[in-house]
């Protein structure tokens, strides 16, 4: 795999500096002409040729063979066209776009033009994830109630109620809650029941977007409770309760830390198998169905962003959040 990142924020930070342990050869990056500092200290860092201020001309560069696009969620579309257009690959930073309608439309033109495209939610990739869907969950009986708990108080919010709106707020540039750990707590409970029949969210709205808020999932037989805050904080959790016992992890759906199994005859067996870096899983997987043509593979998990994003609009939309991509 041949990447080439366009971003330079926080996530490329992080996730960066271990892409050449995954067998991933970064071979440019892309900001803007404000940012060309940051662009040339992390292709530097990264050891790539290509340092860009203008995205097009890295979807361009012939020694880039996948895109990864870490930019502000209302670019994410615009963005990820143009690479997929380009014959490139895509890995997309969460969510997918701004809305179901981009998210759908980015789906077709990866089929037309016969490209992977993944959205780097870590989530289902994570070896404790997986191990509760496949090994644990038929365990706990009849679910009867499942909740997920990603609350972080943000130090943008400092920000935000001082008067100054920065992405992650900004109904503008599609922030707000559930839109960031809202979608992990969504991809967690749609990875493990699928999509519900009926969906709600009852979120807080300060200013136009939703600063946290609880989505109610209506399963046949039970119900999932999403909860999601970015202004107040909460140990983070997802347990699922079942008629024979029940699933705890004590961790943000999006690492999926370590996990109980509790069973009614008084059985507790205790679960880790954790990666050392959170994004190792999604990564080794893209690289993995790149090199063998495992489109299927893509196309199924991309069908899952799919279901996420529409209840995800669905539930923001009807509550009173919305963007101006909704609007086009």
């Not at 990447?3 to 271990?18: A, F, S």
């Not at 900001?31 to 979807?59: C, K, M, N, W």
């Not at 870590?122 to 997920?148: C, H, S």
Request: charged fraction near 20%; proline fraction near 5%; glycine fraction near 8%.
């Amino acid at each position: 795999m041949k990447l080439g990142i366009v971003g330079t924020g926080m996530i490329v930070r992080m996730v960066g500096p271990n892409l050449a342990n995954w067998g991933i050869d970064v071979t440019a990056v892309a900001g803007t002409p404000r940012s060309a500092a940051q662009t040339i200290e992390l292709a530097d860092a990264f050891g790539a040729a290509g340092r860009y201020d203008d995205y097009h001309e890295l979807v361009a560069d012939p020694n880039v063979d996948t895109v990864y696009v870490a930019v502000p969620n209302f670019l994410h579309f615009a963005v990820s066209e143009a690479a997929l257009r380009a014959g490139k690959d895509v890995i997309c930073e969460k969510p997918l776009a701004s809305n179901y309608r981009e998210a759908a439309s980015l789906a077709a033109i990866a089929r037309e033009e016969h490209r992977m495209l993944w959205e780097a939610v870590v989530t289902t990739r994570q070896p404790n994830f997986t191990m509760i869907r496949d090994e644990l969950l038929p365990r706990i009986g009849t679910v009867k109630l499942a909740t997920v708990n990603y609350s972080q108080y943000s130090s943008r919010y400092d920000a935000f109620r001082a008067g100054e709106v920065l992405p992650a707020f900004d109904p503008e540039k599609a922030g707000g809650a559930i839109m960031d750990l809202g979608l992990y707590t969504l991809t967690y409970a749609i990875g493990l029941f699928g999509e519900p029949k009926a969906a709600s969210y009852h979120p807080n709205i300060e200013r136009g977007i939703d600063t946290s808020g609880i989505a109610v999932l209506d399963y046949d037989g039970f119900t999932a409770v999403c909860i999601c805050a970015k202004d107040c904080g909460a140990p983070c959790f997802a347990q699922i309760q079942g008629t024979d016992g029940y699933i705890r992890m004590d961790s943000q759906p999006n690492s999926c830390g370590a996990v109980t199994l509790h069973l009614n005859d008084g059985t507790e067996e205790h679960y880790d198998r954790s990666l050392p870096v959170m994004w190792e899983g999604e990564f080794r997987a893209f690289r993995r169905q790149q090199e063998e043509d495992d489109f299927a593979e893509c196309y199924r998990q991309l069908d899952q962003s799919l279901v996420v994003s529409r209840v995800q609009n669905t539930i923001r939309y009807e509550s009173g959040v919305v963007f101006p991509a909704d609007e086009a």
